[in-house]
């Protein structure tokens, strides 16, 4: 009985979090197209996500699949193992292949569950390297190196983005289930993948990207409709 009431209550929270995260998501995508009308840096960053879906497509079938995905696999996992380490669990084994991967770790919560399909690890690890390049070069890299790491950025969030739609249409994972449900996992991946990109963008570009838009678009999307339904009842009244 706890157990169901439990869900119940997550199916409920995910309901209420859709409006925000389809919110989150248009403020993104509106985000990332102002991106267009930017600097040369800007340039840079939408080259690289561009390149990187259209690289996957002109290249698939070419024995390059397996590669792919394992380096997908490698990622989601790890993000699993991390979560788990972040939330103080034992992480007792790992395994990675093309098939897919595992982790057990002694215990699993909603965050350790769906961290995959809202971290960008590539992308991390994409900044991590520039600043380890920076430091290297004393602060003085060269010309070329904010060009290469805002491409390499840009392609590491569209393999993101593309493996995690696939994993989530294409096979049924049972991490969302372990997370609360379809609908609490999705409205959770939703926000967090839309947010992700919104902090992402106004640290790289933040002249171009306007989180007080942002923040409207989601009141237009979210609260407002529920105070226009609220105030319905005393409308008709009158």
């Known amino acids: 009985m706890k157990k169901r009431l439990f ?3 997550r199916l409920l929270i995910g309901i209420a979090l859709l409006p925000a995260a389809f919110a989150s998501l248009v403020a993104a995508a509106r985000a990332l197209g102002a991106l267009a009308g930017g600097g040369p840096g800007a340039k840079w960053f939408l080259a690289g996500a561009a390149a990187y879906p259209l690289l996957h497509a002109a290249t698939t079938g070419l024995g390059l699949d397996g590669v792919r995905r394992v380096f997908y696999v490698l990622a989601h996992e790890l993000t699993h193992a991390i979560a788990a380490w972040m939330s103080g669990y034992r992480v007792h084994r790992l395994r990675v292949g093309a098939d897919g991967g595992h982790v057990d770790a002694s215990r699993v919560n909603a965050f350790v569950a769906l961290a995959p399909y809202i971290v960008p690890l590539y992308a991390l690890l994409a900044v991590a ?27 590491a ?21 372990i997370a609360g449900g379809l609908v609490f996992s999705l409205s959770l ?11 992402a963008l106004k640290c790289l570009f933040p002249k171009l990207v306007s989180l007080s838009a942002a923040g409207r678009l989601a009141w237009d999307l979210t609260w407002r409709p529920l105070t226009l339904l609220a105030a319905a009842p005393d409308g008709v009244k009158k």
């Open 129 to 155: 390297g520039y600043r380890a390049w920076l430091w290297h070069a004393g602060g003085h890299p060269g010309p070329a190196a904010y060009p290469v790491f805002l491409a390499a950025l840009g392609a």
């Open 189 to 199: 991946i939703g926000l967090g993948n839309g947010l992700v990109l919104l902090a």
């Open 157 to 177: 969030l569209s393999f993101h983005w593309l493996f995690t739609v696939d994993a989530l249409w294409s096979v049924k994972q049972p991490d969302l289930a």
């Open 7 to 9: 869900g119940l209550l």
